[in-house]
């Protein structure tokens, strides 16, 4: 059985241990242990309220790290997300995505956006099936080098 719950503290330490493993089919080890310094301890520490674990009798099956903009009171965000590869296909992302526009549109938000790098092409297909506006790449976005294309969903 999938539950859906909120994030906690204890699970940085779980996420960061499965980002090799959920990366590897796309990217080198480095790369992947270079994705963990996207998501420091201070998501799980401050942000558990708005994100989000998926978890099965068989253990994580995926999490959503967003949160709601405290300057922008009409947007939430969602910065990192992650499904087990033996999970993809199965509607995880979908589900977290789904419970992220409720709590997100519950708390008066009427849009979600979200980033990735031209590279991602998984990301961006989905992002577009889940309803997302997806914006041409912008130059620089996070610095010399890191273009990102931008996604808003209007809730």
């Known amino acids: ?13 779980a996420v960061l241990r499965v980002m090799p493993e959920w990366w590897a089919d796309s990217r080198t080890p480095e790369q992947a242990r270079q994705l963990t310094l996207l998501l420091p301890r201070l998501f799980f520490e401050h942000f558990t309220g708005t ?13 959503l790290v967003g949160f709601h903009s405290p ?47 031209p590279a991602n092409t998984g990301s961006i297909a989905f992002h577009r099936a889940m309803g997302f506006a997806v914006h041409e790449p912008k130059s620089g976005y996070d610095g010399p080098g890191q273009d990102r294309v931008r996604f808003e969903k209007t809730l």
């Open 1 to 13: 059985m999938r539950e859906i719950r909120r994030a906690r503290l204890e699970d940085h330490e």
């Open 51 to 63: 994100s989000l674990v998926m978890d099965g009798d068989d253990g994580m099956h995926g999490f």
């Open 71 to 117: 300057d922008h009171p009409d947007e939430a965000y969602i910065h990192f997300v992650g499904v087990d590869p033996k999970r993809r296909k199965d509607g995880v992302a979908r589900a977290l995505y789904e419970r992220f526009f409720e709590e997100a549109a519950a708390a008066g938000r009427t849009k979600v956006k979200a980033i990735t790098s």
